[in-house]
């Protein structure tokens, strides 16, 4: 199993959902962070006055598949999020070695 941890722009949040849908992924985890990578620093003009801005709003969306699904979902994720302008995001993705779904106990893929 892999869980795959992708951090991208807010406004892409539901393109990215509607094109995993589309390739039969039916859950995911997803919340606001704030952070920074290359576009830290922008200096940004509100109401007539500049400004820096360090920190941006992102969305942190996780999911764990099964390791022969795990490439299909990151492309479909770049695929979905990529604007091609700076901030567009990050994926990473991690082994996990047991998954356990409270409710019945089953474990392994079952439990994905």
């Known amino acids: ?5 992708a951090i991208i722009r807010d406004g892409v949040v539901e393109e990215v959902k509607d ?6 992924i039916a ?5 606001e962070v704030r952070g920074f990578g290359h576009q830290k620093g922008q200096v940004t003009t509100y109401r ?3 400004y ?15 390791d022969e ?3 299909r979902i990151i492309n479909t994720i770049v ?6 302008a700076i901030g567009d995001g990050k ?3 991690f082994p996990i070695s047991q998954c356990i779904r409270i409710r019945t106990g089953e474990s392994g893929k079952d439990a994905i």
């Open 19 to 24: 094109a995993l849908d589309k390739i039969g």
């Open 79 to 84: 695929e979905s999020a990529r604007t091609g």
């Open 91 to 93: 994926i990473f993705a």
């Open 27 to 31: 859950g995911m985890t997803a919340w």
């Open 1 to 5: 199993m892999i869980k795959i941890e």
């Open 69 to 71: 699904d795990a490439d």
């Open 48 to 50: 007539g006055a500049e």
């Open 52 to 66: 820096t801005v360090d920190f941006r709003n992102k969305v942190k969306i996780e999911l764990v598949v099964a």
